[in-house]
T-cell receptor, first 116, second 115 residues
Framework: GAVVSQHPSRVICKSGTSVKIECRSL??????MFWYRQFPKQSLMLMAT?????????EQGVEKDKFLINHASLTLSTLTVTSAHPEDSSFYIC????????????FGDGTRLSIL | RKEVEQDPGPFNVPEGATVAFNCTYS??????FFWYRQDCRKEPKLLMS???SGNEDGRFTAQLNRASQYISLLIRDSKLSDSATYLC????????????????FGTGTQLKVEL
């Protein structure tokens, strides 16, 4: 069964709206979670690493004030797309390691965000 | 040069065929390697990890050549349900090696298995 749960799966909203996406690890604690974005016909691109109890680390080119990450507990990380615009429309996916760092990551179902 | 390179395909093969995908990676500090499968508009799902000694899981065989920084996936007796995009994924390294356990994804190779 799923080990990482992501919610919501689909969001359609107007330009200027802020959207929060939740990523939960089920039955295990994740001190680190990862947020990715995937545009059509492109590969997943890592946006940021979410660290429990500390600030997220962002990849080059990703605006930290635009994409707010909060990892307040060992099982929950949230990504907020602030003042979303049509160019932010994408497939957002989170992942977490269940075991050692060299083990594969498990992915949430993804959130398809459409900004009108 | 991309960190992880794959032939995007598509590979159109008949049911029952054997098909092979290749992948190269540029970061020699990479520690772990995986093949994921992604269906259209869905999240990636782990297909298998890739080990230096090579490993097999049913109809799927993965190989790793660290010297050449090359990874392969072989699918035997392909089935219609194998149609998907196959992602070559490389772990950049652990926190100790500065990789932060981050994954780098290839753009994927699209496979279409036909009757």
């Amino acid at each position: 069964g799923a080990v990482v749960s992501q919610h919501p799966s689909r969001v359609i909203c107007k330009s200027g709206t802020s959207v929060k996406i939740e990523c939960r690890s089920l039955d295990f604690q994740a001190t680190t979670m990862f947020w990715y974005r995937q545009f059509p016909k492109q590969s997943l691109m890592l946006m940021a690493t979410s660290n429990e109890g500390s600030k997220a680390t962002y990849e080059q080119g990703v605006e930290k004030d635009k994409f707010l990450i909060n990892h307040a507990s060992l099982t929950l990380s949230t990504l907020t797309v602030t003042s979303a615009h049509p160019e932010d429309s994408s497939f957002y996916i989170c992942s977490a390691n269940q075991g050692a760092s060299n083990q594969p990551q498990h992915f949430g179902d993804g959130t398809r965000l459409s900004i009108l | 040069r991309k960190e992880v390179e794959q032939d995007p395909g598509p590979f159109n093969v008949p049911e029952g065929a054997t098909v092979a995908f290749n992948c190269t990676y540029s970061n020699s500090a990479s520690q772990s390697f995986f093949w994921y499968r992604q269906d259209c508009r869905k999240e990636p799902k782990l297909l298998m990890s890739v080990y230096s000694s090579g490993n097999e899981d049913g109809r799927f065989t993965a190989q790793l050549n660290r010297a050449s920084q090359y990874i392969s996936l072989l699918i035997r007796d392909s089935k219609l349900s194998d149609s998907a995009t196959y992602l070559c994924v490389v772990n950049r390294g652990t926190r100790l090696t500065g990789g932060g356990n981050k994954l780098t994804f290839g753009t994927g190779t699209q496979l279409k298995v036909e009757l």
